[in-house]
């Protein structure tokens, strides 16, 4: 069975929760993503932040100076890296999220996204198919 660990991204790109809602708009653009977690000063888990709510706040030109803070999601569903992708999977689709903080020991590890599970998922067919391949291989059928 796979879990949260075989697919998430570690190294990830954090955001303080300190930060204005335009740093925060330059460093999604220039990492060429679409939300991050947003951290306290001790690194801990303090919300997520994605494009749509960032977009939303630029709609008010005062905006873009204010903190993170204000605007990020601080009720964040999290994973730990036991947990099963297809708990994951769940999580990502019942609750329309795109992406799902990793946590080990109360500790930010790691997301998932749901690009991360397409990705897992079009890796394991292909695995799978070429497996059968080379046993029908094996087995002259």
């Known amino acids: 069975m796979?879990?949260?660990?075989?697919?998430m991204t570690a190294g990830l790109l954090t955001i303080s929760q300190d930060a204005t809602v335009e740093e925060?708009?330059?460093?999604l653009i220039d990492r060429d993503i679409s939300g991050a977690p947003v951290v306290d000063d001790d690194g801990k888990l303090a919300g997520i932040i994605s494009?749509?709510?960032?977009?939303e706040a630029v709609y008010t030109p005062?905006?873009?100076s204010q903190r993170l803070r204000?605007?990020?999601t601080k009720d964040v569903l999290t994973v730990t890296e036991d947990t099963l992708l297809s708990d994951v999977t769940?999580?990502?689709v019942l609750h329309r999220i795109r992406r799902v903080p990793v946590l080990r020991d109360g500790r930010l590890v790691g997301i998932i996204t749901r690009r991360?599970?397409?990705?897992?998922?079009?890796?394991?067919?292909d695995t799978l198919t070429m497996s059968?391949?080379?046993?029908?291989t094996f087995v002259g059928a």
């Open 70 to 72: 204000s605007f990020m």
């Open 2 to 7: 796979c879990r949260a660990r075989d697919v």
């Open 116 to 125: 991360d599970l397409l990705r897992y998922a079009l890796e394991a067919s």
């Open 62 to 64: 005062e905006v873009k």
């Open 132 to 136: 059968v391949k080379e046993l029908k």
């Open 24 to 27: 925060a708009i330059r460093m």
């Open 51 to 55: 494009e749509l709510q960032l977009l």
């Open 90 to 92: 769940n999580i990502l």
